[in-house]
């Protein structure tokens, strides 16, 4: 069945730092790809998307690039803020299936 | 994005009592909605699928009998826990996805957190 595998946290960075959390993923057909954030306490909100092959879902910084060639899904971000300390999910989605999680990243950024 | 709203979202209740947690999509129709358990520094834990006008799809584990899933309109579905017991005590989440759009991302509510006493 599909899964996504994502990279374990937790992980820490300083102000400024560069950004990545690796995602691949396993799917039939042509799933759409997302990372989601949660802050603490709260739900999950979309942080992107991207619906097919080599399509970049973008947001407040972040960005990730549908690879279908290596299956994979990586969250980039050029300089973290401490406000962007959360628990991120890379997730798959197949239409009107239920999604697909990976395991989640807990980002701490530090001033 | 679309908006679901989850209510309540903190409910303290004791051992042995019901409680009913809601789901509703606020500005589209969800034909399919998921209720999710997740536990402290862990991922979500899918527990059910439910579709509007059906009997709900639990995953394997889930007792149905204790975790009842109603999703009587293409707006509304509940979440009753019954005879709570202080290990049901969770952050429970639920999302929707809609028929009549073109995305397939789902849309989450703010999520429970249920504490048995």
């Known amino acids: 069945g599909d899964s996504v595998t994502q990279m374990e946290g937790p992980v820490t960075l300083s102000e400024e730092a560069f950004l990545t959390i690796n995602c691949t993923y396993t799917a039939t057909g042509y799933p759409s790809l997302f990372w989601y954030v949660q802050y603490p306490g709260e739900g999950l909100q979309l942080l992107l998307k991207?619906?097919?092959?080599?399509d970049k879902g973008s947001n407040k910084g972040f960005e990730a690039t549908y690879r279908k060639e290596t299956t994979s899904f990586h969250l980039e971000k050029g300089s973290v803020q401490v406000s962007d300390s959360a628990v991120y999910f890379c997730?798959?989605?197949?239409?009107?299936?239920?999604?697909?999680f990976g395991a989640g990243t807990r980002l701490t950024v530090k001033p | 994005g679309a908006v679901v709203s989850q209510h309540p979202s903190r409910v303290i209740c004791k051992s042995g009592t019901s409680v009913k947690i809601e789901c509703r999509s606020l500005d589209f129709q969800a034909t399919t909605m998921f209720w999710y358990r997740q536990f402290p520094k862990q991922s979500l834990m899918l527990m059910a699928t439910s579709n509007e006008g059906s009997k709900a799809t639990y995953e394997q584990g889930v007792e149905k009998d204790k975790f009842l899933i109603n999703h009587a309109s293409l707006t509304l579905s509940t979440l009753t826990v019954t005879s709570a017991h202080p290990e049901d005590s969770s952050f429970y989440i639920c999302s929707a996805r809609g028929g009549d759009t073109e995305y397939t991302e789902a849309f989450f509510g703010q999520g429970t957190r249920l504490t048995v006493v």
């Open positions: 997730a798959l989605g197949q239409w009107n299936n239920d999604m697909r």
């Open positions: 991207a619906t097919k092959a080599d």
